[in-house]
């Protein structure tokens, strides 16, 4: 740093007025408070929050499943000779 500085006075900043003025909105349209699923489903993991990994389980051992039937089932009737390929 060099030893010629430079002094300035900094004035504190004055109180000014909202150069924005606030506008209130109106009322807004009442929702119904009916349950809707988001809600029914957020209940529910709430409560017991494995169910959905659970679900998410259930869904991809369908799908394993399906997926080596379906090729068991190819080689079978391929071994039969009723797939010609």
Do not use: H, N
Request: hydrophobic share 55%.
């Amino acid at each position: 740093m060099s030893s010629a500085a430079i002094r300035q006075v900094i004035e504190e900043p004055k109180e000014s007025k909202p150069q924005l003025q606030v506008v209130a909105r109106g009322p807004q349209p009442q929702v119904e408070q009916g349950l809707g699923l988001s809600e029914a489903v957020r209940k529910v993991t709430d409560d017991q929050p494995l169910v959905m990994v659970f679900v998410a389980g259930a869904i991809a051992a369908v799908a394993a499943l399906t997926f080596i039937v379906s090729i068991v089932m190819w080689l079978a009737l391929r071994q039969y000779g009723v797939l010609v390929f």
